[in-house]
């Protein structure tokens, strides 16, 4: 691996130890991947946000990064944490858990990091451009990124995409080489054109595929769709990047002759649904998994409009971001009648599993998660779907 | 010294302790004390030793959580390392190094690791350098039967293989063992690999291999061997006989003859 004069400086330890530590780690996991040297990038995103994924040994090691001194030198944005850092008691949190949890969010404020605490980052205050090299974290997020938008990024952990803000560079491999960004595969599939449809044809496309890089034809997703696509696919497999033609602006580049190709259409999709539904009834809805966007506040906020909550034993969650929920108060005023306007957390994240058993969901992503990360029970619908019991 | 690769800086010894199987911090080990589930030992001061890690990313603030309690390992190695525990190495200051045939070692042995240069040392073993040759003649290998009171490896089967003198080349070596105990000469060789490293007790020979393509060779074996045939790669893989690595070497060798 080639490392300039400077960045054997900071490898020394000549910058700081903070510096020095970065750099380390970066250096590491370049040489397991073959990295030839670093490539500057323009953004981060972080994740190893919440106090119920990282516990006490994350929250020590942020603790020891900023009293070390540690700070960032790009954009960085943070993933969401385990609650509302002002409505945590709404959602059951213990006064203990919300203590750490603010804890991590300081730290991470004093490193630099925009603690905005989504996971669509690319929708406010961190928008890379096509061709940007960015460290990434948040498997939905970079998805989008390096597919919707055509920034670069590999699928970084959250100290590693630390480390990488710290230095505003990344170790050069993988994704960030323009050779391996070729599709893989070509995927044909077909959808009723309804985000909930996007998101089981990222679920049904990651169960076919794993890893790799798709190719669709036959879909025009919106930035909506694309956004609850790729964290579909993110989790049901390990799609990092993949490419639509005539919409993603990668899709021309590459000859696409001789691929696999693979069908998905309604039958694939209600597979996919069916594997994804454990739960007859729910005790909490959650929506804005990644957190909602403007335009889906708008659908949800005109879909509720007029109605009323006749069951009142289900909670409602909406997740979105800060700023989200800032610019739409109209909505939110709609939406409260019925549940909670959440920001900076979501239903993944936030430590539920004492409380509910069972969760509805319109996100294939967090229907992939609810049961081993959160030990719920699903029912994923789209939303009027889930609404029915309610409403 | 046995040489891997660097992962995460700082040097250590501990005893070892080993697992078999892919490993996740998460749920594997209790950060504040060390000890690994289902009674397979405590990790705190050891050198611990597993093929490489799996599971959650959070593995990674386990390792660092361990690192607070003063329960991390004293060193780990890998047989290939990957991110989650790369990263837990790295930010707990953890030497580490990947890269070494975790069948080297075993549970008690004495390991100083070098997490700069990637080198393990077993302590209380001897490392000898030594050559194998494939002499590869229309396809295939030839292969010596050692005698049963050979020093290493009685009884078992072969590459053409000696000790490397002291200020001779690994190349050198190679083509002078395959001289005195073939009276087949060779000149360049055709392929060569790292060397790979095998434990017979408390030696761990270093093993330079090579392969070299002759036409109508007639080997004379001297005293060290009791017999020869020329054996196609495929028949290699299956003969327990043969010494440890050897179809693996000469499969990888031909692969990137290629």
């Known amino acids: 691996m080639h490392l300039t004069r400077e960045e054997e400086e900071i490898l020394a330890g000549e910058k700081g130890e903070s510096r020095r530590k970065a750099m380390e780690l970066v250096v590491a996991l370049g040489k397991i991947y073959g990295a030839d040297g670093l490539v500057d990038i323009t953004s981060a995103h972080l994740s190893g946000a919440s106090y119920k994924t990282i516990g006490d040994g994350g929250l020590k090691y942020l603790d020891d990064m900023a009293k070390g001194g540690a700070a960032v030198s790009v954009p960085s944005t943070l993933n969401p944490i385990g609650m509302d850092r002002k409505r945590w008691k709404e959602m059951h949190i213990t006064p203990h858990f919300a203590e750490k949890q603010l804890e991590i969010i300081d730290l991470y404020g004093k490193m630099g990091v925009r603690t905005t605490c989504s996971c669509t980052p690319y929708l406010g205050d961190n928008i890379p451009s096509a061709g ?50 070729k599709p893989t595969v070509i995927i044909d599939a077909e959808t ?3 985000v909930f449809s996007y998101s089981m044809l990222g679920q049904a496309a990651g169960m076919a595929i794993g890893s ?24 049901s497999g390990a799609v990092a990047l993949y490419h639509v033609e005539d919409v993603t602006p990668e899709a021309g580049n590459f000859d696409i ?7 998905i259409g309604e039958k694939e999709l209600e597979n996919a649904y069916s594997r994804l539904n454990t739960a007859e009834d ?16 708008r659908d949800i906020a005109s879909f509720l409009k007029g109605k009323k909550k006749k069951n009142r034993d ?78 | 010294m046995i040489k891997g690769r660097a992962i995460s ?8 302790l080993k697992l078999d199987s892919m490993f996740s911090f998460l749920g594997g080990v209790n950060a504040s004390t060390g000890d690994l589930n289902a009674g397979k030992g405590n990790i705190a001061g050891k050198v611990f030793v597993f093929p490489g890690g799996k599971g959650s990313t959070v593995g990674s603030f386990v390792m660092y959580d361990l690192m607070v309690h003063g329960k991390a390992p004293a060193a780990i190695i890998n047989r290939l390392a990957e991110t989650i525990v790369t990263t837990g190495a790295v930010i707990s200051s953890i030497p580490m190094a990947d890269g070494i045939d975790t069948d080297l070692l075993n549970d008690g042995d004495y390991v100083a690791v070098d997490g700069d240069k990637g080198t393990v040392e077993i302590k209380g073993t001897k490392l000898v350098r030594v050559v194998s040759s494939a002499v590869l003649m229309d396809g295939k290998v030839l292969i010596l039967q050692r005698p049963d009171n050979a020093k290493s490896f009685p009884g078992r089967k072969s590459m053409v293989a000696g000790k490397i003198e002291a200020g001779e080349t690994p190349e050198a070596a190679a083509a002078r063992e395959i001289a005195e105990e073939t009276r087949i000469s060779v000149s360049k ?42 054996v196609s790669p495929d028949r290699i893989a299956d003969d327990n006989l043969m010494v440890p690595l050897t179809y693996r070497v000469i499969n990888e060798m031909l692969r990137k003859l290629k």
């Open chain 1, 132 to 181: 940007d090299h960015v460290a990434w974290a948040e498997s939905s997020a970079l998805s989008f990124v390096n597919s919707y938008i055509g920034a670069k990024t590999n699928r970084e952990g959250g100290p590693g995409a630390l480390a990488s803000a710290i230095l505003g560079k990344t170790a050069n491999y993988g994704l960030h080489i323009d050779g391996n960004r």
């Open chain 1, 314 to 391: 289900t909670e409602i969650w909406f997740c979105t971001s800060a700023k989200v929920r800032e610019d739409c108060p109209e909505e939110v005023k709609i939406m409260e009648e019925f549940g909670l306007v959440l920001a900076d957390t979501c239903m993944v994240v936030a430590p539920i599993e004492g409380v509910f058993k069972r969760t509805g969901t319109n996100s294939a992503k967090a229907g992939n998660y609810l049961p081993t990360l959160c030990s719920q029970e699903v029912m994923c619908r789209d939303i009027s779907g889930l609404m029915d019991a309610v409403i």
């Open chain 1, 212 to 235: 790799g890089i798709p190719y669709f034809r036959g879909i025009h997703p919106t930035v909506d769709d694309a956004k609850t696509m790729s964290a579909a696919m993110a989790a």
């Open chain 1, 192 to 194: 009723d054109g309804s």
């Open chain 1, 282 to 297: 729910v005790q909490l809805i959650a929506l804005g998994c990644p957190h909602l966007s403007h335009k889906e506040m």
């Open chain 2, 189 to 230: 060789p055709d392929m060569c690999l790292p060397p790979v490293y095998v434990r017979e007790g408390d030696t761990v020979w270093e093993v330079y291999p090579f392969l070299f393509r002759v036409r109508e060779a007639d080997p004379v074996l001297n005293s060290e061997n009791t017999g020869f045939e020329w």
């Open chain 1, 257 to 263: 002759s001789g691929l696999e190709m693979i069908y």
């Open chain 2, 9 to 16: 800086s700082g040097k250590a010894e501990g005893k070892v």
